[in-house]
DNA sequence: TCCGTGCATGGTT
DNA sequence: TAACCATGCACGG
């Protein structure tokens, strides 16, 4: 083989080394190369190819032949041609294919690996035959499992090379790593598809339906079967019964449409790493459970957990393991991975009793069968090959059972993980090893996010990739450090926990992820006010529930929160703040601004492009314009049609809706309240947070996207990680101070409270008391943090400011609520004045806010940064009165 | 009183 | 509506 053409396709001559014929006009289409092509053949090989002789005609003298240990037939495995014309036997040797298929029907039922058990429990016949056709499902050594699932059917060498992408070839994917053959899933999938759907036209391709009527599966199985590899695309084409429907949902490699819920087909075409479970050993490992002895579970895409058959797993429990992560089980080793299922841990499963609650198909599918309800004891490996005995078991509940896992606190605390982390189970082969590996949530639920854009070409999560090459770098950082880095991962988090509220509120590490995004909050209001019609376009309004929406045909820009006006001849104008000076420059209408905005960026009036220049606009202009931009800016939201072209705006618009979400999704009680006025539920509205596909959905942001969007966002995380840290020295500050100050007068205690108040405005809107129910203790701690003294950095319209949920209209709320005050620092900026010198903190502090509140909403996150450091205090103070004002 | 165990309950799918 | 499953809770050691 080393002298075949480096491309099948770009090659005029045959493939197949050995012949130099040329190929025809039309080649006939060989094995499978490692690059995903087909060999192209001329026809004479071609013709040895599909009739399963090319290695008898071409390689009888190459080394690499073996004899099937069943009848004998000479099999070439050394070569890939034949590489899945065989399968390797546990005691040695190899058998070809047809006798391993004939060896699974006849005992297709039997086969969990008894290495699994702590205690084998399963007679000794039962053992041998398990452990003969665990092996041969599974594949064994060094023979990629993906060859287990010829198994499944009539095997043809062309049929077998059809495969599937989640049958994952471990080596293969490797080698295709490290030669740079990423090959995109989805071309790979397409030829794939064309592969089989051309072998089917010209007949080459035997379809299996007759196995399954020859084992037995015909009938009632037989219908889950053909639902299963019509809808799944989850098989190995060898599987699939259905010949006149040759796409059987390849395109879509991993969502089944066929889920009964009818929750995955909305994924489209999202692909993912590693396709749904496809525990090639189903046949093996089903164990019975309920189902009648002798069925054999052969073709199921899912696994039919009980006897009703229409039962699938759920595909929240399918497995989604990267080769990088079945790399890291499998470790060094030739081994070959199965992966079983996964699940998001809850409160409970991640809590101190130790039980994991087993998903019940899943445990029925992919666990040894019990049936006492003490169960069995389970070895089981961790990633790091450490062995975990686990307790299986069930309770009786509800005429059905519950089974759980008993006594995985260690290894849970081993991986560190939490709830709403993942875990993963998967079994190594040949040794039969259970295997739990886990995902930290930031890098895990692709389900729920859909997220394709996280993965590269061949569907790899990076991120996984990264958990998985050190799974304790999660870990070791703290909390902080982690919500930083989960951040663009946690609306997942929320949008799971909002569907199911499976993830308990108890949970230590929600509480915090609470708090975080209430700070983290915005608006599905404040995110449509970032949003500016694309340039030359006339929004369309719509009035819908009383609100105004702005609709475009064209992707929404984002950009810069601006006042728009009309200037003396009429004009329409915007005003924007430069975020050094804070000053208001004038800018035409149609002006599109990045979400950070200065005076050197302004182009369109060179007099006034450096902070120097003084403001324009004057106070009493400034007066009127503000009632404008307040009312205009309260009522108006946007609503975009999404031009799919313009990505930036696509991302932007991704983020912000995940923030919107995430805000409405902290079910508190002010974000419901905006999403319940939200007309999220008018069909066909196409607002920011409509447009946004629900739990996670859709496209999102890389980890290392550096649009304006994310950049901003990261910033943000950033800032929330630096105040989290100074709260906590705050509070440990003020505790000290609160001792020390027990006996100051009560009229301190008085100004503390009544400047509290004042930042309660009831006008103001509250995003920030939501987190108020699950930490009662911080609520209470802050409910006056400096009781008995007064800060004069102490503003209580910047509680606002500090308010995620406010950030956005930012400029507008603070003129609502403070327009003498905006008003004066505007005439202190435009005297050209520093922010400074008036030498007044108060001051100074009221510039910073305008500056914060001019700023594009989703830039707070540097501001509180700044503010922050200026004024520790006060933001206690802010976010204490925040609290305290919803709570 | 604490903790583990087993079952019941109720929300979600 | 039934099944699933997260979690509450009673009970006993």
Redesign the pocket.
């Known amino acids: 083989m080393s002298s075949a053409p480096s491309s099948s396709s770009s090659s005029m001559v045959c493939y197949n080394p050995e012949c130099k014929e040329l190929k025809p006009e039309r080649p006939r289409k060989g094995w499978r190369l490692r690059t995903g092509e087909l060999a192209e053949l001329c026809d004479r090989c071609g013709s040895a190819y599909e009739e399963g002789r090319f290695c008898d005609s071409f390689h009888l003298n190459a080394s690499g032949w073996r004899s099937c240990e069943s009848c004998g037939k000479g099999v070439h495995c050394g070569c890939i041609v034949s590489s899945n014309a065989f399968t390797l036997l546990d005691p040695g040797g190899i058998e070809c294919i047809a006798c391993a298929r004939k060896n699974v029907i006849l005992s297709s039922n039997t086969a969990w690996p008894p290495s699994l058990f702590f205690h084998s429990t399963l007679p000794e016949r039962l053992k041998d035959l398990s452990v003969k056709n665990w092996s041969q499902l599974a594949g064994s050594g060094p023979v990629p499992w993906r060859q287990a699932p010829s198994l499944f059917g009539s095997i043809t060498p062309s049929e077998m090379h059809s495969r599937v992408p989640y049958e994952v070839d471990i080596s293969a994917a490797i080698n295709k790593l490290n030669a740079g053959e990423r090959i995109g899933v989805t071309s790979l999938e397409k030829r794939k598809i064309e592969d089989f759907s051309e072998r089917l036209q010209n007949g080459s391709l035997k379809l299996g339906a007759r196995d399954a009527l020859e084992n037995g599966t015909a009938g009632r199985n037989c219908e889950d079967q053909i639902n299963s590899c019509l809808n799944l695309g989850q098989q190995p084409s060898s599987l699939k019964e259905e010949p006149s429907t040759p796409q059987f949902g390849l395109s879509v490699p991993y969502a089944s449409a066929s889920e009964t819920?009818g929750?995955v087909g909305a994924a489209g075409s999202n692909l993912r790493p590693t396709p749904p479970p496809m525990p090639k050993q189903f046949i093996g490992n089903l164990h019975s459970g309920v189902d009648s002895p002798g069925e054999t579970q052969i073709r199921n895409a899912r696994p039919r957990?009980?006897a009703r058959g229409r039962?699938q797993l759920?595909p929240r429990?399918w497995p989604r393991f990267t080769d990088q992560e079945l790399q890291q089980i499998s470790g060094d080793s030739n081994s070959v991975i199965t992966p079983l299922f996964e699940?998001?841990l809850?409160?409970?499963?991640a809590?101190?009793?130790?039980?994991l609650?087993?998903?019940?198909?899943?445990?029925e599918a992919y666990f040894p069968p019990i049936s006492q309800?003490?169960g069995l004891p389970l070895k089981v490996q961790d990633a790091k090959g450490k062995e975990w005995i686990f307790q299986f078991?069930f309770?009786?509940?509800?005429?059905?059972?519950?089974?759980v896992l008993?006594?995985v606190t260690p290894c849970i605390q081993s991986m560190q993980l939490q709830?709403g982390d993942i875990v993963t189970f998967s079994r190594l082969e040949p040794e039969g090893k259970l295997v739990m590996g886990f995902r930290k949530a930031s890098a895990a639920t692709p389900s729920d996010q859909e997220n394709e854009t996280n993965r590269n070409g061949n569907g790899v999560s990076m991120q996984g990739d990264a958990e998985l090459a050190d799974p304790s770098s999660w870990s070791k950082v703290d909390k902080s450090g982690y919500i930083a880095k989960e951040v663009l991962g946690a609306k997942t988090l929320i949008s799971r926990k909002r569907?199911?509220?499976?993830?308990?509120?108890?949970?230590k590490r929600l509480r915090i992820e609470n708090e975080d995004m209430m700070e983290l909050k915005l608006t599905w209001e404040e995110a449509q006010g970032l949003l500016r019609p694309p340039p030359n376009h006339v929004p369309s309004v719509v009035v819908i529930e009383g609100f105004e929406f702005e609709e475009y045909e064209d992707a929404p820009i984002l950009g810069k929160p601006t006042i728009f006006s009309t200037d003396n001849m009429g004009e329409k104008i915007q005003w924007v703040q430069c975020e050094d000076c804070f000053k208001l420059r004038k800018l035409p209408a149609d002006a599109l601004l990045p979400s950070r905005w200065t005076c050197s960026d302004n182009s369109w009036d060179p007099e006034r492009s450096s902070c120097s220049a003084a403001q324009e606009l004057t106070a009493e202009e400034l007066e009127d314009l503000i009632p404008q931009s307040v009312s205009v800016a309260s009522k108006k939201m946007k609503a975009a049609k999404l031009d799919s072209e313009n990505l930036e705006a696509m991302e932007g618009l991704d983020t912000l809706a995940n923030l919107a979400i995430m805000g409405e999704g902290e079910s508190l009680q002010s974000s419901s309240q905006a999403t319940t006025k939200h007309p999220r539920h008018r069909p066909g509205c196409s607002c920011i947070v409509c447009i946004q596909p629900p739990s996670g959905k859709g496209p999102k942001h890389k980890q290392s996207c550096t649009c304006n969007v994310c950049l901003t966002v990261k910033r943000r995380f950033r800032t929330l990680m630096m105040r989290r840290e100074k709260k906590q020295s705050e509070k440990e500050a003020e505790t000290t101070r609160k001792k020390q100050q027990v006996s100051l007068p009560d009229k301190f205690d008085n100004e503390s409270n009544l400047t509290s108040n004042t930042g309660n405005s009831p006008n103001q809107k509250r995003e920030f008391h939501d987190g108020s129910d699950d930490e009662p203790s911080r609520m209470k701690s802050s409910t006056s943090p400096f009781k008995g003294q007064i800060d004069l950095n102490i503003q209580p319209e910047r509680e606002d400011e500090l308010s995620p949920g406010s950030d956005s209209g930012g400029i507008i709320k603070f003129v609502q609520d403070n327009p003498a005050r905006y008003l004066r620092q505007q005439r202190l900026s435009s005297s050209g004045g520093s922010e400074n010198s008036s030498g007044n903190l108060s001051q100074r502090d009221g510039g910073d806010a305008i500056g914060d509140k001019l700023n594009n909403g989703i830039n707070l996150g540097r501001n509180l940064h700044d503010a922050s450091d200026d004024h520790p205090s006060s933001i206690s103070m802010k976010a204490s009165a925040s609290t305290t004002a919803t709570g």
């Open positions: 819920n929750q957990a009980d039962n759920l429990y699940k998001m809850s409160a409970s499963d809590g101190r009793i130790g039980r609650v087993l998903p019940k198909k899943c445990a309800p003490e078991r309770w009786p509940n509800n005429n059905s059972r519950m089974y008993e006594g709830a569907k199911s509220s499976t993830l308990g509120s108890k949970s």
